[in-house]
């Protein structure tokens, strides 16, 4: 049961619709559906964001269609063979950059202009076979599929847990081998992204 003080944001526009358990992709998949063509901001329901956070987001768009914003990342890190490295070797971005290697952490929020991810994005049977637990992990590849790059903006905002949200949480089981099991399934049907851009 939803808190009393959500249900009363109906009253401001808030819609509140249900969905299927698809597990953490539900925040994007049913909206990507539904508003095809509409911009798409992802954030976490156990975070609290800060009063600019929604407008520096949006104004790091600057409404390009194949540009994906976020305020958290991780950079795409290849060994010299040209495998791809553990994700926990994936450094954390402290600054702005703009790139295709820049892999966008939900946490903090994310900015998806319409046509910027791949029409693959909305295949159930794949996603949840491929990386159940771990949607920035197909986000992220299904934007490359797209041609979208990728903007991590300036952390003007900060962002706090909500106290006791983090007792059960997708990031303790993601960042150890299970993230990686899930990056190599996607790879290996998908291909490795191109970071050239």
Request: no cysteine; hydrophobic share 40%; proline share 8%.
């Given at each position: 049961m939803l808190p009393e003080a959500v249900r009363n944001l109906t009253k401001y526009g808030l819609d509140i619709r249900v969905t299927e358990d698809i597990?953490?992709?539900?925040?994007?998949?049913?909206?990507?559906?539904?508003?095809?063509?509409?911009?798409?901001?992802?954030?976490?329901?156990?975070?609290?964001?800060?009063?600019?956070?929604?407008?520096?987001?949006?104004?790091a768009s600057s409404g390009e269609t194949k540009l994906i914003t976020c305020y958290?990342?991780?950079?795409?890190?290849?060994?010299?063979?040209?495998?791809l490295l553990p994700y926990e070797m994936w450094p954390n971005l402290s600054e702005p950059e703009v790139s295709a290697a820049v892999f966008p952490i939900g946490r903090g929020g994310i900015?998806?202009?319409?046509?910027?991810?791949?029409?693959?994005?909305?295949?159930?049977?794949?996603?949840?076979?491929?990386c159940p637990g771990a949607d920035d992990v197909w986000l992220y590849?299904?934007?490359?599929?797209?041609?979208?790059?990728?903007?991590?903006?300036?952390?003007?905002?900060?962002?706090?847990?909500?106290?006791?949200?983090?007792?059960?949480?997708?990031?303790?089981?993601?960042?150890g081998d299970l993230n990686n099991q899930q990056i190599r399934a996607v790879a290996k049907r998908f291909g490795y992204p191109d970071l050239g851009r």
């Open positions: 597990k953490s992709f539900k925040k994007i998949v049913p909206t990507l559906k539904a508003f095809p063509n509409a911009f798409i901001v992802t954030a976490d329901d156990d975070v609290y964001y800060a009063p600019k956070w929604l407008e520096d987001l949006v104004s958290q990342a991780r950079r795409v890190q290849l060994s010299e063979d040209g495998e900015l998806y202009p319409p046509g910027a991810l791949s029409p693959e994005v909305l295949d159930e049977d794949a996603f949840l076979e491929l590849w299904m934007g490359r599929r797209a041609g979208s790059i990728y903007r991590r903006i300036d952390r003007s905002n900060m962002m706090w847990d909500w106290p006791g949200s983090q007792k059960v949480a997708l990031f303790p089981g993601n960042f």
